[in-house]
């Protein structure tokens, strides 16, 4: 059965694409929202307001795009032609114990939520949310590599670095398209999982003796992992894709250097899929403040 959120004002601050889905499936769902920074048409549930004082006050929960806000606690948005900005004032309109929902929260983000005494949910630590997400992100990388590589993906040599929520799914559709696809983690687990899935898998310790077979690499792993010293071992002409957050898992002045196409690409499902990601945010929202799960 389908969460009702009758009865439930929340507030959307800022986003793209995909917060105009979440928005707009919040109120089908039987929310009234308020809205700032989205170009969305007012309709008798979905409320424009010019500031976020007007959206927030009153409202029982508040939803921060996935990026959340930035490290001057600045909201992350696309469309606005104002910046908006998150600050004590504003979030103290709401009252002790109101949840504050972003994808990813940064310590300014978290700081805030904890002065004001507020309940910050973030939606991608939630497992389902995360291995639901992966599958617009696989997609969206796929579509790059296709894009750019001059060979089909079918018998091309892929490496999923990491293998963890993206990393199965990219590495599962990526075996399904025919690519001979190597795993590299550090988990003996997951290596296990690889092998099990038809993969080949590899250890960090193993990944310079078999790097130069990489066509494609997509990496999964946020923290330096593609080195320069790594990079150094490619074929030419190899393409990387880095989904990791933050600055991504590749030293990408090596890559530039050593003549390497390699890609951060952020916010996939955003992006490739803005209505799938954003119907998916609103459901486990309206889940949370509905008890349902
Ligand atoms: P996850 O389930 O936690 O998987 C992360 C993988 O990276 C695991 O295999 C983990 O190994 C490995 N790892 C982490 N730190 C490592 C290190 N220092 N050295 C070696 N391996 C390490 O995360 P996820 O949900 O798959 O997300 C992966 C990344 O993609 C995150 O940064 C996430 O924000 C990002 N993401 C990006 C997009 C996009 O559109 N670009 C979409 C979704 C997610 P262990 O299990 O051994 O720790």
Redesign the pocket.
Known sequence: MRPDLTGFTLAVLGGDAREMYLATELAILGASVRVVGLPLPATPQVVICDDIVSAVEGTKAIVLPVPGVNEKGQIYATHGTMPLYLSEETLGRVPPGTPVFAG?ARPVLRELVRRLDLVLVEL?DLDHV?IL??IP?AE??IMMAMERLPITLHGSEAFVV??????VTLGRVLHALGARTTVV???PA?RARALEMGLRAVS?AEFPEHIHRADVIFN????L?LTAELLRRSRPGLLIID????PGGTDFAAAERLGITALL?????GKVAPKTAGRLLAVTIAEYLTGAR
């Open positions: 990813v991608m995360a997400n992966s992100t969206g990388a990491g293998f963890g929520r993206t990393g983690a550090r988990s997951q960090f999964t792993v946020p923290a992992v989904l990791a957050s933050g690409a952020p916010g996939l499902p």
